[in-house]
């Protein structure tokens, strides 16, 4: 048999979904090839989207669009914002969802999209003819051709999983790896190395004494993930901390030798922001606790996951390390930790528009490209089904700048910089987190996605209508003066200094010690301003809030980020062969012909490329 389509999606987890449905959406006749069309979206680790650095990512994926953010709001049973005692530049978003109706919600949605067809298959063979990927062959004799195709197979490439000494092929637990396709890439010159990570036991509710942890309930504002939709719908659950012990390392330490990350079994590089139980022990050894974190799975099952004690010690190494801490003296589980081994490919051989410099027509995104994480593959996914279809229409790649949002500076460091361990998003990494805050994600990105076709307009005209309110709350204090004699009793009581002379409501609020909604519990009109219909009203007065308090620092950083714009500007690619430079360093001489950035912007973000080698680029390209 053989399909014909403009776009196929091998590969149906976070990055692939996003893909698939952003390619359709731009009109792209698409096909998202999975094996499994029950497991579609599956939370292979943690059942919950969000966090620090990656809750920003998937706001964007929502105002670009896409569905996690909708998907994680359908099926959200606890929501916190992160890092609320901090500024709001590093605010994140995270909730815990239902992994079950988190599947299905994802398939329903999938089986919406117009221009979208499933196929349950594997594929096993890239096609390719004179240096264009062309399609791809199944398992099941099945030929899809296609313009574009986008590889999105997680942790599935030759994956193997470890239990102590214990080996099973699999991508997943109980699921079959996929052992032929890798190699089918990598002859094309495409090069694969190994990458491991890890996941923890899954404990049986029953048998846990929650009155020896403490209970982490969630927030019951109106914050969610999506500006589209009312969040939470389902029963509110609580999480629940509690710590190792002394007892615990003790057991682990003894069986040292039997873990497959210290016995030579296991050669690849695992996560070095999310460390095995053992991993722990052997890094922090004067540490005598470690926080645990037990998180529901469902709002209707018994099955809950151990945050923070992934492992791949033997089976019983790891229930009778459990067995020492007092709130699981009786434990029981469904399924063990384990590790897993899989293939990834090399991202700095990719173009920032997620395809393969070698293979015109291939993309990559996800684990495949050596991140971690269920938000990095969906902002991988989602921009890589964007320039998929637009690749099929002959027009220009969308390229995410690096002060546009958190998945410009993730794909800018996968394809510039390269990975040498699983790649994890942080607020850290972005140098303009004041400009990247999770309230903005719309504002920065909702116009260009509605331009390029992928936004709906019913979502541009809910961003215009929240940038409206936003704009006049703003115009407001900007605009309405406050005089002593009506405010000082209130600010004395706020603790804070009573005023001399009347001054406009924003320079109060621009006052840290003040909030917009504690001013307008003692100014009338500024409380009448507030109030709007519109069921996320708190987040629109937050950014509006946000905007007046830090307006002084978004305008310094937006200043920095228009500077360096300047070398973003600049395109040296096809204008140098570096090897012949002699005027620039050994190492940069290296590092530039194997990157072969696009911009003089990339080029100074290269590793061993030093702020002269740039100037030398800077007095050529003059000449």
């Not at 609020?509 to 519109?534: C, E, V």
């Amino acid at each position: 048999m053989n399909f014909k389509y403009d776009v196929i999606v091998i590969g149906g987890g976070h990055a692939g979904c996003e893909a698939a449905c952003a390619a359709a959406r731009m009109g792209a006749k698409t096909c998202l090839v999975t094996m499994d069309m029950n497991k579609i979206g599956q939370m292979s680790c943690n059942p919950a989207v969000g966090g620090i650095a990656k809750g920003q990512i998937v706001r964007e994926i929502d105002a670009l669009g896409g569905e996690m953010a909708l998907v994680t709001d359908a099926t959200s049973i606890q929501f916190r914002m992160l890092n609320r005692g901090k500024g709001p530049a590093v605010w994140s978003p995270r909730a815990q969802c239902d992994r079950g109706k988190f599947i299905w919600e994802w398939r329903t949605r999938l089986d919406r999209v117009d221009n979208l067809d499933i196929w349950q298959d594997e594929a096993c063979e890239l096609l390719v003819e004179n240096g264009e990927a062309v399609g791809v062959e199944t398992v099941w004799g099945v030929t899809f051709r296609a313009k574009a195709l986008i590889i999105t197979a997680g942790t599935f490439l030759n994956g193997l999983m470890h239990v102590g000494r214990k080996k099973v092929p699999g991508g997943r637990c109980a699921e079959p790896a996929v052992l032929n396709f890798t190699e089918s890439i990598t002859r094309h010159g495409i090069t694969s190395e190994r990458m491991k990570t890890g996941t923890p036991v899954r404990i049986d509710r029953r048998s846990v004494h929650f009155e020896d942890m403490e209970c982490q309930p969630g927030e019951t504002d109106n914050h969610g993930f999506s500006y589209m939709t009312a969040p939470r719908h389902l029963k509110q659950l609580p999480c629940w901390t509690t710590y190792t012990n002394k007892e615990v390392h003790d057991t682990l330490r003894e069986a040292i030798a039997e873990s497959p990350l210290y016995n030579g079994q296991i050669q690849s590089t695992g996560p070095r922001y999310c460390p095995s139980i053992e991993t722990k022990l052997m890094t922090f050894p004067d540490k005598d606790q470690h926080p645990l974190f037990l998180e529901p799975e469902g709002e209707d099952t018994n099955e809950m996951y151990l945050n923070g004690f992934s492992s791949s010690m033997p089976m019983e190494v790891q229930l009778n390390a459990l067995k020492k801490i007092p709130a699981f003296r009786d434990i029981k589980v469904y399924r063990p930790g384990y590790a897993i081994e899989y293939d990834y490919f090399d991202p700095t051989q990719l173009k920032p528009s997620l395809e393969s410099k070698l293979v015109k027509g291939l993309f990559f995104a996800g684990q495949v490209n050596g991140t971690t994480g269920y938000e990095e593959a969906g902002g991988q996914g989602t921009m890589a089904g964007i320039n998929a279809a637009l690749l099929c229409s002959g027009s220009d790649p969308y390229i995410m700048k690096r002060d546009e949002g958190y998945i410009g500076v993730l794909i800018d460091d996968l394809t510039t910089k390269g990975v040498d361990e699983p790649y994890r998003m942080f607020t850290s990494r972005a140098e303009y987190r004041i400009l990247l805050r999770q309230d903005n994600a719309d504002a920065r990105l909702t116009e260009k996605s509605y331009n390029l076709g992928l936004a709906t307009r019913e979502r541009y005209d809910r961003w215009l209508t929240k940038k409206a309110e936003i704009d006049r709350i703003i115009s407001f204090c900007n605009s309405t003066n406050v005089k002593p004699r009506d405010i000082n009793a209130a600010l004395e009581s706020f603790g804070t200094t009573p005023l001399q002379f009347g001054t406009p409501i924003a320079s109060l609020i621009a006052r840290p010690q003040l909030g917009i909604k504690q001013l307008a519990s003692a100014i009338p009109t500024l409380q009448a301003a507030l109030d709007m219909n519109d069921e996320r009203k708190d987040e629109i007065v937050e950014a509006a809030e946000i905007l007046i308090k830090y307006d002084g620092y978004i305008k310094r950083e937006r200043q920095i980020a228009d500077k360096m714009h300047r070398l973003e500007d600049i395109r040296i690619k096809g204008h140098f062969r570096y090897e012949e430079l002699h005027e620039i360093s050994t190492e940069g001489r290296q590092k530039l012909s194997r990157i072969n950035p696009e911009t003089l912007g990339q080029a100074s973000r290269i590793p061993g490329v030093s702020p002269s080698d740039i100037n030398v680029l800077l007095v050529l390209m003059k000449r």
